[in-house]
């Protein structure tokens, strides 16, 4: 099995319009504390299988957040997406290994509410499930708060401050943008990590 790699964090999530303030907020937090932000989005290759593609992602990243927080039926199709339960199930099986590799990985379980998975996902009672209330700002609380349980050897930013970062870097984007031309629908996911990147670098 690859080891993985210490400061790597696998985001699995929804990636959808609706849900994107919500990525960019968990995005900015990893990358202000330090981490490198991994994603199934950072990759466009239609010659990888995508399940392929997230097993290797799992392998290689120490953490992992999953929100599970999209129950609701798809209005096209009348059904609801199972794509973020089954990718927490890879990941926590792959952490369950008896490899010291993956003994060492670590997840955390996001959710609009800490208990409502108890409805839709009870097998995973057990886990310690943290809530956004579906905001930026609960979304930075609840990762900046488990990402320094990690890593109790660096002084993270507080919570306070990696919301206001991120809310100078929302301002700062527009501009940038317009003055290169380009529009948000033109940002990969990469992208946004080397603009967060940048932007938080330049802040210190």
């Known amino acids: 099995m690859p080891r993985s790699k210490p400061d790597q964090v696998f985001i699995n999530c929804p990636f959808d319009a609706d849900y994107a303030p919500l990525l960019r907020a968990v995005q900015f937090t990893v990358l202000a504390c330090g981490f490198t932000p991994r994603s199934a989005l950072e990759e466009n290759n239609a010659g990888v299988i995508r399940l392929a593609k997230i097993m290797r992602l799992i392998k290689e990243c120490r953490y992992g957040i999953h929100d599970i927080s999209r129950t609701e039926l798809d209005p096209k199709s009348g059904l609801p997406r199972f794509n973020m339960p089954f990718e927490l199930g890879l990941f926590l099986g792959i952490a369950d290994k008896p490899a010291a590799v993956a003994r060492r990985k670590s997840a955390l379980v996001l959710d609009r509410e800490r208990y409502r998975y108890q409805v839709f996902l009870s097998d995973i009672a057990g886990q310690d499930i943290h809530s956004h209330h579906g905001t930026t700002d609960g979304a930075i609380q609840a990762v900046r708060k488990w990402v320094n349980d990690q890593d109790k050897k660096r002084m993270h930013p507080g919570t ?45």
């Open 160 to 204: 306070l401050a990696i919301q206001k970062r991120f809310r100078g870097f929302l301002e700062w984007v527009p501009n940038q943008l317009k003055a290169r031309g380009h529009s948000e629908e033109d940002l990969s996911f990469v992208d946004w990590s080397n603009l967060m990147e940048w932007w938080v670098w330049s802040e210190l």
